[in-house]
């Protein structure tokens, strides 16, 4: 497999030179690297002459179909080195058969693409030769790759003899979009899923690659590339093969891989999700401008940040992951501290807000400020406490705090604005914490009862919220700073959000105005209502005259 070395090749050498993706192309089901269940399967049913009509490949781009197909159909009618041999699970290689279909120019075995062929016309031109016996070879091969691309009258016209072709016919099908077969197609069909290759398999397979090509490539480097190849052979080959063209004959380093690939250093993606975990805008934005301006994608780094915090994430609930030989021992040492440090809401806080910015940059049309803007809203979120923890602070009566980012810039405001501590219990399911008061908001005296919060609201000319607070709330504690209450049913969703923000507003003391689900006395309204009944006068006249209802109380002198 190896070429001649020479320290100038010449023209014709240079002419002749085949990419890695082909070069290293498995010549037998041994060297297909990643799919031990397909080699067995494949195997046992050669050796034992459990041949199918029909065979199913399919998988990502680059895991092996079309070679595995082509591995079947020398398997199939390899004839040995003596010419007196049969079906084989390891093809000689040599005779004229193997030979001929390694070349792409065996006259029995067909392969069409789809992609380009989709029509009935081109099924029906195909199966116009399965009648006829092989020329040569023991069977005659249909591979069609892409077999999805088929019209739907291109199926139809297939099946008929998919179902019950010669003996001396094997159709082999590969496909990356097994849902758009058609469900008669694979019914007919022995399916083989081809597996994503593990990063680790890649890996060592790339650097017997690189000792074969005589060439220098770091360990980090072809780490990067096994990622970066995301499960495909054939993907991490060909950026093998530029990695090692950029080097011209000096060993590979990682940073040029990295550079390459437009990837962000590693402990550089730590740094920036440690600095937008404690809140520091500045240093993150800086970490992203440096990694942009040394060419790294923004997306890519949004990527990077969304893999780390799965990780992290998957290290809090597994922490056996840390014991992964394939990370460098700097990742292994802060990813452990960094689980340790964060909490899983935050983890998955972070995670929802990373995926939903990485589809927000994908369709900025600068995708560096999109980036930008969403390092900005994590690090603003990242020192918010969580649902549960602000519960639990508000029910023990305390408040609930949180830092505002390092970077973050403080203006004055001509009127009232929410605090940290407002933001952070807004995010709270029935629960407010609202904020202070700026300098400017004249202070209210404070209210000694409910009854006086209402008229406040009456007086502040809240007519809707005032009337929402005397007819539609169930009060169950009023303290001084402090109102729980169950909503009724035709209360707005946020009224103890309002009403916290404004009485905190209004009297310079900070109120927390929570909801509780159940109990709580009848509404201030329906309380007027029953003491007006309760009046003797207003009792004698309700017995006067049956059917008659109070249904409004205004004062006397009106």
Known sequence: MDQPVTDKPSTDSAAEYQVLARKYRPTTFGQLVGQDALVRTLTNAITSGRLAHGYMLTGVRGVGKTTTARLIARALNCVGVDGKGGPTPTPCGTCVHCTAISEDRHVDVLEMDAASRTGIDDIRELLEGVRYR???????????????????KAFNALLKTLEEPPEHVKFIFATTEIRKVPVTVLSRCQRFDLRRIESATLQKLFAEVTKQERASVDEGALALIARAAD???????????????????????????????????RALVFDLLESMMTGDVKTALDILANQYAAGASPVVVLQDLLELVHWLTRLKVAPDGAADPALAENERTRGVAMSEKLTMAVLTRAWQMLLKGLSEARAAPMPLQAVEMVLVRL?????????????????????????????????PSPRPSMTATAVATDHVPHAVAAPQPTAEVQVQPQPQSFAEVVKLFVAKREAVLSTHLHRNVHLVRFEQGLIEFKPGRLAPSDLAGQVGKMLTAWTGQRWVVSVANA??????????????????????????????????IKPADK
């Open 231 to 265: 499960g495909s052979a054939r993907d991490g080959l060909s950026i093998l093969d530029q990695a090692i063209s950029q080097a011209a004959g000096k060993t590979v380093p990682e940073s040029a891989v990295r550079d390459m690939l437009g990837l962000a250093d």
């Open 379 to 411: 690090a603003y979120a990242a020192d918010l406490p969580t649902p549960a923890d602000a519960v639990k602070a508000l029910e023990s009566g305390g408040a609930v705090a949180a830092r505002a980012p390092a970077a973050a810039p403080v203006r």
């Open 134 to 152: 092989p020329v040569s070879a023991r069977f005659k091969i249909y591979i069609v790759d892409e077999v999805h691309m088929l019209s739907e």
């Open 519 to 552: 109990g709580g006395a009848t509404p201030l309204y329906d309380q007027e209502i029953d003491a007006a009944k309760a009046d003797p006068l207003v009792k004698s006249i309700l017995e006067a005259f049956p059917g008659a209802v109070v249904e409004a």
